[in-house]
């Protein structure tokens, strides 16, 4: 069974993401999304919320599954049974980064590969801060997020803001 691991911080899920996952899961039998720590970010979202907005906009995909981890990413690809991590590469910027981490990542687990999969050119300005700052500031988040998780994010989105202001 081929199996592979689509890991990030999906903070929160969008639909570049989801275009990604719609397309591996149409190469391998398997892809598990993996909500890892990106120990450079501080998310607005728990990691049970995220996992929950994936799981609902996952529907109709039986060959997917979400899970959660906080550790090294080669590590939870073995635990797992894959070989493949799958990373979304949106435009050249995003190369040097991604390049470095899959090097790092070989070095470390030379039995697992990393597949670059382009980002659809739709999606290609797109990121989960992008996302939360138009929640944030008011502005449209049609088309850049799945209808049914949007008023979600909005809600979360200011909910953070406002607790950070108590603090
Ligand atoms: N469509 C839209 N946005 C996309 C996208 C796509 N197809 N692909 C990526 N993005 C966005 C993400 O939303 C993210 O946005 P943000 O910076 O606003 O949060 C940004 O592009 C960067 O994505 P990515 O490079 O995948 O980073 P990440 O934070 O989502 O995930 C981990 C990084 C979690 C996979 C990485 O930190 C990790 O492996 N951690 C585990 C610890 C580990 O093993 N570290 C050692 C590695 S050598």
Not at 103 to 121: C, G, H, R, V
Not at 138 to 162: A, C, F, N, T
């Amino acid at each position: 069974m081929k199996i592979a691991v689509y890991p990030g911080s999906f903070d929160p899920i969008t639909n570049g993401h989801l275009d990604i996952i719609k397309r591996a899961s149409k190469v391998f039998d398997k892809v598990i999304v993996s909500i890892l720590v990106n120990s450079s970010k501080t998310p607005c979202f728990e990691m049970e919320e995220r996992r929950a907005l994936i799981e609902r906009v996952m529907g109709d995909l039986p060959n997917v599954e979400v899970d959660c981890f906080e550790g090294l990413l080669v590590n939870y690809v073995r635990k797992k049974g894959a070989h493949v991590i799958i990373k979304g590469l949106r435009a050249i910027s995003d190369f040097e980064y991604e390049f470095q981490m899959a090097l790092a990542n070989t070095k470390i687990a030379p039995d697992i590969e990393t597949l670059f999969m382009m980002t659809n050119q739709e999606y290609s300005y797109l990121s989960s801060s992008i996302v939360k700052e138009l929640a944030s500031l008011g502005g449209s988040l049609e088309g850049l997020v799945p209808d049914e998780i949007m008023q979600d994010i909005i809600d979360k989105v200011r909910e953070h803001e406002e607790r950070l202001k108590k603090r």
